[in-house]
């Protein structure tokens, strides 16, 4: 995840929990205790539950009434379901984006872009470093749209799509060649105004994605 400043103690829970839930320190379904996991931090209980709360948000962890808070389960199916809904995102933000950039977005745009391709050129390409230049791309588009509720629900969806990746490294780097075409291609239907054309392309690709998690987590 991108390091930001927290602004809050449950922000720095947060971010530390998040960071053991995508790595899968902490396991799919595995419990997270509240009072442990104060007395392990040195915190309060009050902020663990308003961290825990932030990582619901973030699709990292279910609670339920009378059990507590767990990680969220993480199998195929799953998986499939919530790169279902981010890639209806993905695609209301290209449209979006085809609808308002200005001559002005181009460089910040084509920016984050560069930074996607030249990751993948790596002869040994970082997977954490791909991600993270792609999620670059996505953050720049939000920032031209600039529509605060499209934006929130994008930034909720990341760290569980980060997570699907991380725990499907290697079969996700089996898609590299398809992430450079990708990244390659969606850049100039969106300069043409080609909405049809951009969603068309995020679909394919978000397809193709999906099903490598697929089989990583089968």
């Known amino acids: 995840m991108d390091f930001q400043v927290p602004n809050t103690l449950a922000e720095q829970i947060a971010n530390y929990l998040a960071e053991r839930i ?11 205790q ?17 961290a825990l709360y932030t990582l619901e948000r973030w699709h990292l962890v279910e609670i339920t009434p009378r059990k507590g808070a767990s990680a969220t ?38 920016g984050a872009v560069a930074q996607v391709v030249e990751q993948v050129k790596q002869p040994t390409a970082d997977i954490t470093a791909v991600v993270e230049a792609s999620f670059g ?27 699907a990746y991380y725990l499907s ?12 075409q990708f990244f390659s291609e969606l850049p100039q239907a969106v300069l043409a105004r080609d ?18 998690i697929r089989q990583a987590l089968s």
């Open 73 to 110: 389960k993480l199998n195929a199916d799953y998986a499939s379901e919530l790169y279902d809904v981010y890639m209806h995102l993905l695609m209301m933000l290209a449209a979006r984006l085809c609808e308002r950039w200005q001559e002005s977005d181009k460089p910040m745009m084509l």
């Open 34 to 50: 509240e009072a442990t996991l104060a007395n392990e931090l040195k915190v309060s209980r009050a902020s663990v539950k308003e």
């Open 137 to 163: 791309v996505m953050e720049a588009c939000c920032k031209v749209v600039d529509n605060p509720y499209l934006t929130e629900a994008l930034s909720n969806f990341k760290p569980a799509v980060s997570r």
């Open 195 to 212: 909405a049809d054309k951009a969603q068309v392309l995020i679909r394919g690709f978000a397809e193709h994605q999906k099903q490598l």
């Open 22 to 32: 995508m790595t899968g320190q902490i396991r799919p379904g595995e419990r997270i």
């Open 169 to 180: 490294a290697e079969r996700y780097r089996q898609g590299l060649a398809q992430t450079s």
